[in-house]
């Protein structure tokens, strides 16, 4: 069964009915159900972050909303492991010339090993390490 990776931007664009993407999200969802959807603590960190500072609502709904996906036998979570990490950081190192962060980094490498080549994102990152970015 193919699976698709989920970025941030996407988790985002789903959880945000103004967003620009929100549709698009909504579509892209609709298109992969029955499909496994993969992602990361650490993107799921970076989209707790970004809430963070939005009001109390949007933490609650923040929180609510990963403990929900965490349930769901169609999302499968991956967790930094050590080796992980430490790949996710030869990648970080070895491209100075790029703006990747290190949760790009580790969702590049996690892509490579699960051998997935759609990433619902709207991230050009993705795009430059050779993923088709489904929101774009």
């Given at each position: 069964m193919p699976q698709v990776f989920a970025?941030?931007?996407y988790w985002i664009a789903l959880n945000s009915p103004?967003?620009?993407?929100?549709?698009?999200?909504i579509?892209?969802?609709?298109?992969?159900g029955g499909n496994v959807i993969l992602t990361s603590e650490a993107v799921l960190v970076e989209f707790l972050d970004g809430c963070a500072?939005?009001?109390?609502?949007?933490?609650?709904m923040a929180a609510a909303f990963v403990l929900g996906i965490r349930a769901l036998d169609e999302v499968k979570i991956v967790t930094l492991s050590s080796e992980l990490f430490q790949t996710s950081?030869?990648?970080?190192?070895?491209?100075?010339?790029k703006k990747w962060s290190m949760t790009d980094c580790s969702s590049i490498m996690l892509c490579q090993q699960e051998k997935v080549s759609d990433v619902l994102t709207y991230d050009i990152h993705?795009?430059?390490?050779?993923?088709?970015?489904?929101?774009?």
């Open positions: 970025d941030t931007s103004n967003d620009d993407l929100h549709i698009r999200a579509e892209e969802t609709v298109r992969w500072t939005r009001g109390e609502q949007t933490r609650k950081l030869a990648l970080y190192e070895s491209r100075p010339d993705f795009v430059q390490a050779g993923f088709n970015a489904l929101l774009r």
